[in-house]
């Protein structure tokens, strides 16, 4: 079991925007930034979001985060084909003195 | 551009060690203040972080394995390696090799993210 929780599995359609949320608690989440990864099988993990709500250079502005408290979310805006995958989202946990992460949301565009 | 490349064997056997070595290519282990991490994700499971290593060696790992997983780095191959003893079948698993890149935001600090990822490399352990 995920130290974080997302949803398992979300969905839309080419163009409709989707959020992915992500709980966690004050050792992690409310204490440290969140970031997000998109994961496809046997690719290497990318870097969608860091810092809450940073943007790497090369992530298209359709991909957004923001942090509240506790809770992280990702959107996915003018979603197309290729943003079928698994979305994670990371924090550091103080109580751990680790990473932890969320199960993953797999996105699936309809 | 940094690279990430896992290798290692692909088979190990029960109560062996798993070693897995993770080359950086296109930057330098020794450069900038950051840490390099080893994760895992086993099948229908999570992603588990395993532990992570400075240039300086300074490591830290995950309190569950902390007992089994020894982490090292050589800077003149340019490459840190990990170390997991006793394994079992529950050691199987996807293992990646990340970059810890620390940034710094004004008025809140220094902070962590893992910028850089290995495509993984898959072991089982099995007799």
């Known amino acids: 079991q995920s130290v974080l929780t997302q949803p398992p599995s979300t969905s839309g359609t080419p163009g409709q925007r989707v959020t992915i949320s992500c709980s966690g608690t004050s050792s992690n989440i409310g204490t440290n930034s969140v970031n997000w990864y998109q994961h496809l099988p046997e690719t290497a993990p990318q870097l969608l979001i860091y810092?809450?709500?940073q943007r790497p250079s090369g992530v298209p502005e359709r991909f957004s985060g923001s942090k509240s408290g506790t809770s992280a979310s990702l959107a996915i805006s003018g979603l197309q084909s290729d943003d079928e995958a698994d979305y994670y989202c990371?924090?550091?946990?103080?109580?751990?003195?680790?990473?932890?992460f969320g199960g993953g949301t797999h996105l699936t565009v309809l | 551009q940094v690279q990430l490349r896992e290798s290692g064997p692909g088979l190990v056997k029960p109560s062996q060690t798993l070693s897995l070595t993770c080359t950086v290519s296109g930057g330098s282990v020794s450069s900038g203040p950051n840490y390099w991490s080893w994760f895992r994700q086993s099948a229908g499971k999570g992603v588990e972080w395993v532990g992570r290593i400075s240039a300086s060696e300074t490591s830290n790992y995950n309190p569950s394995l902390k007992s089994r997983v020894t982490i090292s780095i050589d800077t003149s191959k340019n490459q840190f390696s990990l170390m997991v003893s006793s394994v079992t079948a529950a050691d199987t698993a996807v293992y990646y090799c990340?970059?810890?890149?620390?940034?710094?935001?004004?008025?809140?600090?220094?902070?962590?993210?893992?910028?850089?990822w290995g495509k993984g490399t898959t072991v089982t352990v099995s007799s």
């Open positions: 990371v924090a550091w946990d103080d109580g751990l003195n680790g990473w932890v």
């Open positions: 810092f809450n709500n």
């Open positions: 990340a970059r810890d890149r620390r940034a710094y935001s004004y008025g809140y600090g220094y902070y962590y993210y893992m910028d850089v």
